[in-house]
């Protein structure tokens, strides 16, 4: 299956320590998209990459959160300090360079804050 | 400031039946729009989407309209299956030089098809 990889699939961690989730996306695809969604909520995106390079942060929160996606090696979300209200899925997307490739999605991190 | 909205939080229908799945946006600059089903603990699957130049798009069971002067897309599931009984999305987004860009998300829908 060379769909989209995120692992952990569920990462607990106590207040103030650090979350790093992990992303490979498919096979050939260039652009690399975060998504978290709270309980009872749709998904809300985050943050948008392609190789080394951040193209649009503007639904990352100013402080504690950070992605990269490097030239090898799978994309990374790194929350530091996690604070309770940090409890989310956590989704990540790929998808092909160009116009109408949708996105597909891995089956997510579950990130619980004790 | 929700861009895309979907009003029913669940819908229920009989198996055979046809499903109606609606979803109401409020950015004119939006160029294509996307439904995504989602099972618990699984991420979206994409099923079907349409370009805004558009107004029908047919996938086999699913079928996408789209009216741009009401701002308002619906999804059809005919005939509806069992297997068919997950949270529905609705997405939208913008092409930009980059490519695509973000996904704006509705805040779902939850099918039931009842047997």
């Known amino acids: 299956n060379a769909g989209v990889m995120q692992n952990p699939r569920h990462l607990v961690r106590r207040r103030g320590q650090e979350a790093r989730l992990r992303c490979s996306p498919m096979k050939g695809h260039s652009h690399v998209y975060w998504y978290r969604q709270l309980p009872e909520e749709g998904l809300k995106f985050m943050v948008y990459?392609?190789?080394?390079?951040?193209?649009?942060e503007s639904g990352m929160p100013k402080e504690r959160f950070s992605a990269e996606f490097p030239k090898e090696g799978p994309s990374i979300l790194r929350i530091q300090q996690v604070v309770r209200g940090d409890s989310a899925a956590y989704f990540c997307a790929s998808s092909h360079q160009g116009q109408d490739q949708p996105q597909h999605f891995g089956d997510g991190t579950r990130l619980s804050i004790l | 400031d929700q861009q895309v909205k979907q009003n029913s939080p669940s819908l229920s229908v009989q198996e055979g039946r046809i499903s109606i799945l609606n979803c109401d946006y409020t950015?004119?600059?939006?160029?294509?729009f996307l439904w995504y089903k989602k099972y618990p603990a699984e991420g979206p699957t994409f099923l079907i989407s349409?370009?805004?130049?558009?107004d029908k798009n047919e996938d086999g069971r699913f079928t996408v309209f789209l009216n741009k002067s009401a701002k308002h897309l619906s999804l059809h599931i005919v005939p509806s299956q069992p297997g068919d009984s997950a949270v529905y999305f609705c997405?939208?987004?913008?092409?930009?030089?980059?490519?695509?860009?973000?996904?704006?998300f509705g805040t779902g829908t939850r099918l039931t098809i009842i047997p």
């Open positions: 950015n004119s600059m939006f160029d294509y």
């Open positions: 997405a939208a987004l913008i092409i930009s030089n980059f490519g695509n860009e973000k996904l704006t």
């Open positions: 349409i370009s805004s130049i558009k």
């Open positions: 990459l392609q190789k080394e390079n951040i193209i649009d």
